[in-house]
Every structure is written in structure tokens, then in C-alpha cells.
């Protein structure tokens, strides 16, 4: 049974920082591409960052400098690091692992940011 368990999401405010975290089980975690997602109120998911198998980085346009993916293969743990949070960026963050033919979701975490 493949499991993505996100943790580390909460509220905090305008300006402050969190880390979020994903456990995969399930997978063989080090031949996934891992990738954040966040889906706010009424909008349509979209993705935040994502490292492939070989930690090539990819980052949305708006989070460039301020968040960092990173992964550990050992620990089958992908991790989100956002700084300088905005108000704007309340939502639901997922964790996703995609393969070639295979793609799970984790069950999200709730990131809300203060003004």
C-alpha cells in the first residue's frame, strides 16, 4: 500500500518560515520524481517545486528564492522549506511521487499565512 504523509504545515505569519515534510511508503522512493503542489480556495492545483530522481530542481515562477525542495533517499522523505510566506499562499500543500506510469498523492497539509 503506497502512503505519502505530509506533516509540518500550520499558521504562521506574513514573513515567517515552516517546513513542510513527506514519508513515502510503498515506493521504491529514490526512482520518483517528488514535487510539492498546493491548491488554495477556488483555484486550481498547481505545482510548487519538484526534484527528479537525479535532484535536478524545478521551482513556480513565485516561490523561486524563497522555498527549497530537497530529498533523502535513506529516510524515503522529500521536504519543502518556505521562507518569507505571504498571505497569498494559504493552501493545502500535497506531496506527489510520479514515475513513468505510476502517480500518488499525499493527503495535503494546511499552510495559513497571517497578514
Known amino acids: 500500500q503506497v502512503q505519502l504523509v505530509e506533516s509540518g504545515g500550520g499558521l504562521v505569519q506574513a514573513g515567517g518560515s515552516l517546513r513542510l515534510s513527506c514519508v513515502a511508503s510503498?515506493?521504491?522512493?529514490?526512482?520518483?520524481?517528488m514535487a510539492w503542489y498546493r491548491q488554495a480556495p477556488g483555484k486550481q492545483r498547481e505545482m510548487v517545486a519538484q526534484?527528479?530522481?537525479?535532484?535536478?530542481?524545478n521551482y513556480a515562477e513565485s516561490v523561486k528564492g524563497r522555498f527549497t525542495i530537497s530529498r533523502d533517499n535513506a529516510k524515503s522523505t522529500v521536504y519543502l522549506e518556505m521562507n518569507s510566506l505571504k498571505p497569498e499562499e494559504t493552501a493545502v500543500y500535497y506531496c506527489?511521487?510520479?514515475?513513468?506510469?505510476?502517480?500518488?498523492w499525499g493527503q495535503g497539509a494546511q499552510v495559513t499565512v497571517s497578514s
Open positions: 506527489n511521487a510520479r514515475t513513468s506510469v505510476t502517480e500518488y
Open positions: 526534484i527528479t530522481v537525479g535532484g535536478t530542481r
Open positions: 510503498g515506493i521504491i522512493f529514490r526512482g520518483n520524481t
